[in-house]
């Protein structure tokens, strides 16, 4: 099993956020322990701030894992969108381009709403486009209807 850089710099920036989680959990004890009420009222929020982190780290994470394993069943269905799209000389995805080829994937994810394929191919038209805040609600979306697939019996692994 080979492990990409993505998923090597993924554990460490995690690792980091545990790491200052701690630290600000134990910044927070200490601060709660003052007999100082301002001093209390920032160990409070000292204590709630590695909360919402924690829960942040663990949707990222999830949300991440879900995708790359949607994408994994689609690439062996053969189901991924192809990346023909044609770029800038710096790199980036023509937006007039990507507009069109968005229609496509708008027209595919109406024509089957609960077919968390068309959805994830309808986020990944999004993310060309430019539209990220869409993009990762397709993506939410598509996660929802596969882990629905899923848990009715496997249909999440049939080809589309």
């Known amino acids: 099993m080979k492990i990409s850089r993505t998923k090597i710099w993924v554990a460490l920036i995690c690792l980091l956020l545990v790491f200052y989680m701690v630290v600000m959990m134990q910044r927070a004890v200490l601060l709660m322990a003052d007999p100082d009420w301002i001093a209390k009222l920032l160990g409070i929020s000292y204590f709630i701030l590695p909360l919402v982190a924690a829960w942040a780290l663990i949707s990222e994470v999830l949300f991440g894992a879900r995708t790359e394993k949607m994408a994994n069943i689609l690439e062996a269905e053969g189901g991924l969108p192809e990346d023909t799209l044609p770029r800038t000389p710096g790199g980036r995805i023509v937006r ?25 191919r309808l986020s990944c038209a999004y993310d060309a486009s430019g539209d990220r805040k869409r993009a990762r609600k397709a993506m939410r ?19 589309s």
């Open 96 to 120: 007039a381009a990507a507009d069109a080829e968005f229609e496509k994937y708008k027209l595919e994810a109406e024509a089957a709403p609960e077919d968390w394929r068309s959805w994830f």
């Open 141 to 159: 979306d598509a996660i929802a209807l596969f882990r629905q697939a899923s848990a009715r019996g496997g249909s999440s692994k049939q080809v």
